[in-house]
């Protein structure tokens, strides 16, 4: 089993020390929850999210990444105070074909991914796993 948190908090930490969250407001709320998949595969997925979501977000913004239990889902949320897709052209393209790929092979395609834009600004990214009840 992989910890969702833990891999959230890698990839955080990865960007931080690249001086990549610099002038933005980064926020981690997480649960301890574990999932089966590929660690190394879901933190590439999870530095995907943040890449597009501090890139697209002005100086000052806002960047909060949450893993909770929902249920018998783990749930991984990056949110952005962003510009949005419409203004951006963050359609949802090759972008999006490529999380989706690289989570069909970390999760045997057990996961179900959405995105949403946000009032009145931002997008959120939410990524559901089913949830292991025990831990390593």
Do not use: C
Not at 29 to 48: H, Y
Not at 54 to 64: A, C, L, N, S, W
Request: charged share 30%; glycine share 12%; proline share 4%.
């Amino acid at each position: 089993p992989v910890a969702l948190a833990d891999v959230a908090r890698r990839a955080l930490q990865a960007f931080e020390v690249a001086g990549r969250t610099a002038g933005h407001e980064i926020v981690l709320k997480s649960e301890p929850i574990w999932v089966l998949g590929d660690a190394s595969r879901l933190e590439q997925v999870v530095a995907n999210l943040l890449d597009n979501a501090i890139r697209y977000t002005p100086r000052g913004g806002r960047v909060i990444v949450g893993v909770q239990r929902d249920g018998v889902e783990a749930v991984l949320r990056v949110s952005d105070t962003g510009r949005g897709f419409a203004t951006t052209g963050r359609g949802l393209g090759t972008g999006l074909s490529t999380l989706r790929e690289r989570l069909k092979l970390a999760f045997d395609g057990d996961v179900r991914v959405q995105l949403t834009e946000m009032k009145p600004h931002g997008v959120r990214a939410e990524l559901d796993f089913p949830a292991r009840r025990e831990s390593r």
